[in-house]
């Protein structure tokens, strides 16, 4: 099949017209092979269902390498030590409140296991597709799936990249309902994502003035979904989008990105690159905190744009609240001259409105004011 034949990237009168866009998905769905796959094959164009209106693509005058802005980050060492505690504690707090995003070092989980997880990723979307196409899969219940793009039969411009997702919504997964190709690294690196987790939530805790268990009380912090994204090689980057704008709906994302870098944030108006730091681990605010906190803590804008150079790696690890908790503005921080600026809801509630918001920040939906 050629994804190119029909594609061309101008629009000529009646082009609109002709063009069936729901058959070229079903095309590519049908392959199983992924965005990988497509560069696999050749393609020297990016293929039209993949084309983004150039108002959401990155403005080529305004290089994030440019800006003044560096994205803070935070050594952890000696977190347990209480006046280090203090210092750290700080950081956190004025990062959350100033940039929703901060990097992380000395956090405890071992780079050994971050290196091994990356490889595994690559290994996974590299290996025979008859292998990978097993996992092929957008079915929600499914706990492991490998697809391009969730949204991919809705969209209106589909992402480049192919992703892996491990659903922990239900408890533990079971070494073999894993492939084979990433189940150590994925068991090994979701250990460490629950214990960074814990003191992730007792300092974030801390930096809201709370006691420190408050976070973990409320059970507003768990690790439940890891996405792990393969972003192939682009042949015309300035087209399409690795990941589009958004903020994430989770309550808190740690993420973890290879060399590569990509990762921009949005700040005060300017996009930011987040440089990749060999060893740290990208955490940021999602929706969610920021709706518990009353707007102390902000979620945050990131995108990813395409890129010449590939594959680029990254794992995403969202901490979720537990879907029997309703969720509401945290009581502490609330008098009469701070009123609820949100209505409660669930995470269910929450996140369909993400959806049917195409990514973007469903905030303004729950206000009260
Ligand atoms: O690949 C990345 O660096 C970011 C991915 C991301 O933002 C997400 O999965 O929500
Ligand atoms: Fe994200």
Same mark, same amino acid.
Do not use: C
């Given at each position: 099949m050629d994804f190119t034949s029909s594609v061309g990237n101008k629009l000529v009168p009646g082009d609109e017209l002709g063009y069936d866009r729901a058959k070229e998905v079903k095309e590519f769905d049908e392959t199983k092979a992924g965005v990988k796959g497509l560069v696999d094959s050749g393609v020297t164009k990016v293929p039209r269902f993949l084309i983004h209106p150039p108002e959401s693509l990155? %403005? +080529? &005058?305004?290089? #994030? *390498? =440019? =800006?003044h802005f560096q994205v803070p980050v935070i050594d952890l $060492? @000696?977190?347990? $030590?209480s006046c280090r505690r203090m210092e750290i504690v700080d950081q956190i707090r004025k990062a959350s409140e100033t940039w929703g995003i901060f990097q992380m070092i %000395?956090?405890?989980?071992p780079v050994s296991a971050m290196d091994k997880m990356l490889e595994a990723v690559q290994q996974f979307h590299e290996q025979p597709k008859e292998e990978k196409i097993?996992?092929? !899969?957008?079915?929600?219940? $499914? #706990?492991v799936k490998y697809y391009t793009n969730m949204n991919l039969l809705v969209s209106k411009a589909a992402s480049w990249r192919d992703s892996i997702s491990f659903d922990f919504k239900y408890g533990p997964l079971n070494? *073999? *309902?894993?492939p084979l190709a990433c189940r150590e690294s994925v068991s090994e690196y979701w250990k460490h994502m629950i214990e960074l987790s814990k003191t992730l939530k007792e300092l974030l805790s801390e930096a809201l @003035?709370?006691? =420190?268990d408050y976070l973990a009380n409320i059970e507003c &912090?768990? #690790?439940e979904l890891f996405l792990c994204h393969y972003y192939p090689a682009c042949p015309? +980057?300035?087209? =399409?989008? @690795?990941t589009k704008k958004h903020s994430d709906p989770s309550s808190l994302t740690i993420l973890l990105q290879d060399n590569i870098g990509g990762l921009q944030v949005l700040h005060q108006d300017n996009w930011v690159n987040v440089p990749p730091v060999h060893g740290a681990l990208v955490v940021n605010i999602g929706d969610l905190l920021q709706l518990i906190t009353n707007d102390k803590f902000r979620s945050v804008e990131h995108r990813v744009p395409a890129g010449r150079i590939g594959p680029r790696i990254s794992a995403a690890c969202f901490l979720n609240p537990s879907p029997a908790r309703k969720l509401g #503005?945290?009581?502490?921080?609330?008098s009469d001259s701070n009123p609820p600026i949100y209505r409660e809801t669930h995470i269910s509630e929450y996140a369909a409105h993400h959806t049917s918001k195409? @990514? %973007? !920040? *469903?905030l303004s939906h729950f206000k009260l004011l």
């Open positions: 990155p %403005n +080529p &005058m305004l290089s #994030p *390498a =440019t =800006t $060492q @000696g977190f347990e $030590q %000395n956090h405890g989980v097993k996992w092929y !899969s957008r079915d929600l219940k $499914q #706990p070494l *073999a *309902a894993l @003035g709370l006691s =420190t &912090m768990k #690790p015309e +980057p300035y087209l =399409t989008l @690795g #503005p945290i009581k502490e921080f609330l195409a @990514g %973007n !920040s *469903a």
